[in-house]
């Protein structure tokens, strides 16, 4: 059995773990290593570390930080086949996705190299007599990052190559079900030329987390999870004096005008709904159709749900691999059953689906309902899983409350050929990511990806210019040369330059 072990101070921890946990192959449900779970023990031991190395990371010149990130593109373009081949191996989504998600990870790197732009501080000469006040940015000091089973190699570079080019160390807590490629990423980090101690991975749970949030040498903490877990998070965090930023989950709606190209609709509807299993926190979970659509968008949808090629992540021809855990699957496939029971019409079923030679694996076919009602537990609820559901509604007006009525408000789209009323949308819509004739509207390095309402805590979006703002602090100075002018007390506040 593998034995997936911490990264502290540049190096695999040599320690034995108190508690281990099982990390499965999905395609096979077979057992592939097992990983250590952290205490108050490992996690003191990386704070500590990451806490010692601040003292010089955020001594190194900028430049220097901004060039160890050009050598660790450079490796992860190298390595992003063997990043993909484990992503693939735990989380089990096929390795054209993986291959993309690396891609996503790999243009927050970019952005960091770069980051020298974003941390100037500003100047104003002469603000009174000899008086001039500038700006700079600082590090925060030792930061964490917790992180989802979903995208275990992109979100991890949604935050730490932002955090490490703005001079703050960092320990990493990568989700426990799929904990390999946080370490492929120290290591390359590491031959990138980054000092011991400045990034760390301890693998863990609940336990390891609290630990985290509670620690007092921990100054910010940036989590990306599901929305009970973030709230808890940031409540806790913020409750013991930490910067937090804390994304949660989504029922991301797509809204369909009678208008649209429907062939366009339906093969985004599909790609976005069933791309990775349906556990993306930008996956469409709800296609709302307005007047007829629906009737001419459902048989183009089931044309192609029909068609989806689900086998293991890495067979030639995959397009959907299996769910990250059996566990997952069991809870996915009880939403089918209540949505079943609750009235909604089956129109494609999932359950039973097999694939040969892996009968034990995590499969599940994508599954489409018709006439789903917001009372629904397939609605209310975040499937996390390739289950989609179609609203029907009568008047544009209407399927625009049904999605600012929703809870969560991480991303939505609209799909249709009319300009004014893709303005409306984006106007009123009360979600933080919009799609027009886009159904992932995930932006890129250079602008930050945040959702609204309970898809997000705290005041930060995460990576881009919302990253470097969250990294650093500003401190504003306020100085007198040459010669400080003896003006004798003055007890009031001063009146003239
Ligand atoms: P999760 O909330 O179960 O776990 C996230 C992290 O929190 C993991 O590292 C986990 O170990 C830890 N954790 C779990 N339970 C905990 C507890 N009780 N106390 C403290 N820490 C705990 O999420 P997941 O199942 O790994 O990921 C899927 C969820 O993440 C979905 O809800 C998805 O929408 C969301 N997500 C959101 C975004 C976004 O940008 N908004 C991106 C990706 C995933």
Redesign the pocket.
């Known amino acids: 059995m593998r034995n997936i072990n911490h990264w502290i101070d540049g190096r695999t921890w040599d320690g034995e773990p108190d508690r281990v946990g099982p990390v499965f192959n999905p395609a096979t449900g077979e057992q592939a290593a097992q990983v250590a779970l952290a205490g108050t023990r490992e996690v003191d031991a990386a704070v500590s570390t990451a806490r010692k190395a601040f003292r010089d990371w955020r001594n190194v010149p900028l430049t220097r930080r901004q060039n160890i990130m050009f050598a660790y593109r450079e490796l992860i373009t190298r390595h992003r086949l063997d990043l993909a081949r484990l992503l693939t191996a735990e989380h089990g989504k096929t390795i054209d996705d993986a291959l993309g998600e690396v891609q996503r990870g790999l243009e927050v790197v970019e952005f960091a190299c770069n980051i020298a732009h974003l941390v100037k501080g500003s100047f104003s000469e002469q603000v009174s007599r000899s008086v001039d006040t500038y700006t700079v940015r600082q590090p925060l000091g030792v930061v964490v990052g917790?992180?989802?089973?979903?995208?275990p190699a992109m979100?991890p570079m949604w935050m730490f190559p932002i955090a490490l080019a703005c001079g703050n160390t960092f320990v990493l807590?990568?989700?426990?079900?799929d904990p390999s490629p946080s370490l492929m990423n120290a290591e390359l980090l590491a031959e990138a030329g980054l000092p011991d101690g400045v990034f760390n991975v301890v693998h863990?749970?609940?336990e390891a987390?609290?630990a985290l949030i509670g620690h007092p040498d921990v100054a910010a903490v940036s989590?990306?999870?599901?929305?009970?877990?973030?709230r808890?998070?940031y409540e806790q965090g913020t409750r013991n004096g930490k910067r937090v930023q804390a994304?949660?989950?989504?029922k991301n709606h797509m809204i369909v005008l009678p208008d649209a190209d429907m062939d366009l609709a339906a093969d985004a509807a599909v790609s976005a709904g069933y791309g990775s299993a349906g556990?993306?926190?930008m996956a469409i979970s709800v296609v709302v159709t307005v007047g007829d659509a629906a009737d001419r968008l459902l048989p183009k949808m089931r044309e192609r749900v029909s068609e989806v090629v689900v086998a293991p992540g890495d067979a030639d021809g995959a397009q959907m691999g299996p769910l990250v855990t059996g566990q997952h699957r069991d809870r996915v496939v009880s939403y089918i059953d209540a949505g079943e029971s609750e009235g909604a019409t089956l129109v494609e079923d999932g359950r039973g689906l097999e694939v040969e030679g892996h009968e034990d694996g995590y499969f599940l076919g994508p599954t489409l309902f018709d006439d789903v009602t917001p009372d629904m537990s397939i609605y209310r609820d975040?499937i996390?899983g390739p289950v989609l559901s179609v609203v029907r509604t009568g008047a544009y007006q209407e399927a625009i409350d049904l999605v600012n009525a929703n809870p969560y408000g991480?991303g939505t789209a609209v799909f249709t050929n009319d300009g004014g009323a893709a303005r409306k949308f984006q106007a009123e819509i009360e979600v933080g990511m919009v799609g027009i004739n886009v159904p992932i509207p995930v932006p890129l390095a250079f602008y930050s990806?945040g959702?609204w309402k309970d898809?997000?805590f705290g005041a930060h979006s995460?990576y881009g210019p919302d990253g470097v703002s969250f990294y650093t602090r500003p401190k504003v100075v306020i100085s007198r040369w040459p010669d400080p002018i003896h003006r004798g007390v003055d007890l009031g506040f001063p009146q003239h330059g």
């Open positions: 917790i992180t989802p089973f979903n995208f979100v807590k990568p989700s426990e079900k863990g749970d609940k987390v609290d989590f990306v999870g599901s929305t009970p877990i973030a808890y998070i994304l949660g989950g989504a556990e993306r926190c975040e996390f991480n990806f959702g898809s997000i995460i």
